[in-house]
């Protein structure tokens, strides 16, 4: 294993979208087009599949330097309801596109910290959200918690518009590690928010745990993984850090690059995290996720529904996923768009009943075939191409790319088809890359992703 480290060890996509952000035809998009694709995919399936919802709420109290997410450093709470107000704005700005009500499948608040918001503004956001929208049948609604500022207030304020999955960024329980993020968090914050949700009737509670951190050691990943089974969440991200400090607002500082595992240790670090979390009774679920067979994770892994988008992993799959909110990212599954990123430009873009996009791109047939191949081996780890609709125009470069992993154990090919086997599973966003046209045509000139390993 340690020679396959080395050897593919390089910069690439996590694959949350294909093709990736730094990879969209900006020249091609115009917000026309964006809304035209929109409108028709929400047509065809929000009666049968409904839509999903991301919200971005982008206010931390305190920067957590391993973060590569986009987010305000503020202690002023008054920020709470104007931002509120214009994403319930911008939400209505897409509305006044449908001819009928929105059907809500998946509703999901990322951050930033969503619990940095009071819950009263929590409840009003959402109730806001569904004067002009209906719950779809089966709806799964989550949030993101913050272990340290998470109350039950704010658990039973959404508890009680619906939500019944929340998940908790844990990363580490050894102090040291948490000091160099900044993320000093006590095992008991996280127990009381764990018994909280489940007492108030929750049905999955999830943790995020992150190897590879700055002065982490495979035995700190050990004790985390050992202190979470005293609270066995329902699932569990298992994430590999990615170290991404050039990107603009990114704060990764604090630590140096030599404080870092290197990429045998990360790799040895996950190979044991992954089989202690077996030992404990989890079962991998795609890449980096594993949770119990009861949760609904691993029924949609286990019926073939799993599904992956920019919220990462889902269990049912929609045609249409809006992103409300700075930074946030849509999908119309013919075309992407991005909003802006600074907040006072998107407070402003609203205020003027503006969709407040800056970017985006719209699907070739090309680019729908790859996204196919590529989401089925990011949720099944198996990929084919039974008929003309699956096959591309490079197919062979594809399988000639794909020979010496191979060799090397990572896949098995036939004539149609690819299978990731149990030693490649590690390196899918590799295999991925295999299928990845736009690498191929048109390698970075500067550094755009984190290390696959």
């Known amino acids: 294993m340690s020679n396959l480290v080395q050897k593919y060890n390089i910069p690439g996509p996590r694959y949350t979208s294909y093709p990736t952000v730094p990879y969209w035809d900006l020249e091609s998009f115009s917000g026309l087009q964006w809304k035209s694709t929109l409108i028709d995919s929400f047509n065809e399936s929000n009666e049968d599949q409904g839509i999903s919802l991301y919200i971005h709420l982008p206010f931390c109290e305190s920067l957590c330097t391993f973060c590569g997410c ?4 503020t202690k002023r709470h008054e920020v709470e309801n104007p931002y509120i107000s214009n994403v319930l704005k911008e939400w209505k700005l897409y509305c006044d596109l449908f001819n009928t009500k929105p059907r809500i499948k998946e509703l999901h608040l990322g ?7 009071s819950p009263e503004n929590l409840t009003r956001l959402v ?21 340290n500022n998470t109350t039950k207030e704010h658990l039973q304020a959404l508890y009680n518009v619906g939500f019944r999955r929340v ?4 990363q580490d329980y050894n102090k040291k590690v948490q000091l160099a993020i900044h993320r000093l968090q006590p095992f008991a914050n996280v127990k009381n928010v764990t018994e909280w949700a489940r007492e108030i009737g929750y049905t999955s509670v999830g943790h995020d745990i992150i190897f590879g951190l700055p002065f982490q050691s495979k035995d700190d990943v050990a004790q ?4 979470t089974k005293e609270l066995m969440p329902d699932r569990l991200a298992f994430y590999s850090y990615a170290h991404v400090p050039w990107l603009k607002g990114n704060g990764q500082r604090g630590y140096k690059d030599s404080d870092l595992p290197t990429a045998e240790e990360k790799r040895e670090q996950y190979e044991m995290g992954k089989a202690l979390l077996g030992e404990v009774g989890y079962s991998e679920i795609g890449m980096d996720h594993f949770s119990l067979k009861t949760d609904t994770l691993y029924k949609a892994m286990d019926n073939g529904t799993l599904h992956r988008n920019f919220m990462g992993y889902t269990a049912s799959k929609t045609r249409v996923m809006i992103g409300l909110g700075v930074s946030s990212i849509s999908d119309s599954w013919d075309s992407f768009a991005q909003n802006v990123k ?14 407040p996009i800056y970017r985006g791109h719209i699907l070739t047939k090309e680019d729908k075939i790859i996204r196919k191949h590529i989401l089925n081996l990011m949720c099944r780890f198996k990929t084919s191409w039974e008929n003309q609709h699956e096959v591309f ?17 990572l896949v098995e090919i036939s004539s149609d088809s690819i299978y990731v086997t149990e030693k490649g599973r590690p390196f899918v966003r ?3 890359m295999a299928f990845d046209l736009f690498l191929h045509r048109k390698a970075p000139d500067t550094r755009l992703f984190s290390m696959t390993i």
């Not at 986009?70 to 450093?73: D, V």
């Not at 125009?393 to 154990?409: H, I, N, P, Y």
Request: one cysteine or more; proline letters at 3%.
């Open 430 to 432: 590799n295999v991925c």
């Open 167 to 170: 998940s908790y960024g844990v």
């Open 342 to 355: 600074n907040l006072e430009e998107y407070s402003h873009l609203v205020e003027n009943n503006i969709i």
């Open 70 to 73: 986009h987010k305000r450093i």
């Open 224 to 227: 985390t993984i050992l202190k």
């Open 393 to 409: 125009s490079e197919l062979d470069v594809v399988r000639d790319k794909l020979s010496e992993m191979a060799l090397d154990g």
């Open 127 to 147: 109730n806001g959200i569904f004067k002009t929208a209906a719950r779809a049948e089966n709806y799964e609604f989550s949030f993101e918690g913050h272990p």
């Open 111 to 117: 951050g930033g910290t969503p619990t940095f918001f």
